[in-house]
C-alpha cells in the first residue's frame, strides 16, 4: 500500500466517522417531531431484532406528533414496549391501529440532558476520527520499517493525516454546535 492509499482511505473512514455521528445527532430528540427520531429503536421480532422503520409507516401528521402504524398489527406492544424503554423519554398511546407518539414541548432540565447525550455522540465520533488517524500512521511507520517510505515523507504525511484529523473533528464540533443550538432554542 502506498501513502497515497493510506490517505485516501484515512479520508474515507474520517468520512464515514463524521456522517455517523452527525445521523446520530438526528436521532436526539429537538422540539420538533421528526421520523428520524426513532432510527436507533430496535424491535423483538420474532427472535430477531429489526428496525422500526423496516416494521412500521412513521409519519409526522403535525408538529408534535409522530403516529407508527405496524405492517403487521400483531407487533403493536413490541413497538410501544421498545419505545418506552428507549431514552426518548416518550409515552406511546395506541388505538388498535396506530400508535400515537405525542412530543411534549421540553423542559430546560431535559434540554441540557440532551445536549449532553449530543456531546457524548459527538465524542464518540472525535474518538473514531482520532483511531482512523493512529491506524494510518501506524501503518506509515510499518512502510518506514519496511524501508517502502523515507522519513521525509513519513513526516509531511504525519502532518497530513493531523490536518485532516482537525478538519474532521472540527466538523463534528460544528455539527454538535448547531444541534446544541436546536435543542436549547425555545
Partial sequence: MTVDELMQDGLRRMD???????NEFNT???GRASAALLDRIVIDYY???????QLATINVPEPRMLTIQPFDPSS???IEKAIQESDLGLTPSNDGK???????????????ELVKVVRHLAEEGRIAVRNVRRDV???MKELVNKGEVGADEEHRSEERVQKLTDEQIKSIDDA?????????EV
Fill in 76 to 78: 403493536m406492544k413490541q
Fill in 98 to 112: 396506530v400508535i400515537r407518539l405525542p412530543i411534549p414541548q421540553l423542559t430546560e432540565e431535559r434540554r441540557k
Fill in 16 to 22: 464515514q466517522a463524521v456522517e455517523h455521528a452527525r
Fill in 28 to 30: 436526539v430528540r429537538t
Fill in 176 to 184: 454538535l454546535k448547531h444541534k446544541e443550538a436546536e435543542i436549547l
Fill in 137 to 139: 500512521v501506524h501503518h
Fill in 47 to 53: 427472535g430477531q431484532e429489526t428496525p422500526l422503520k
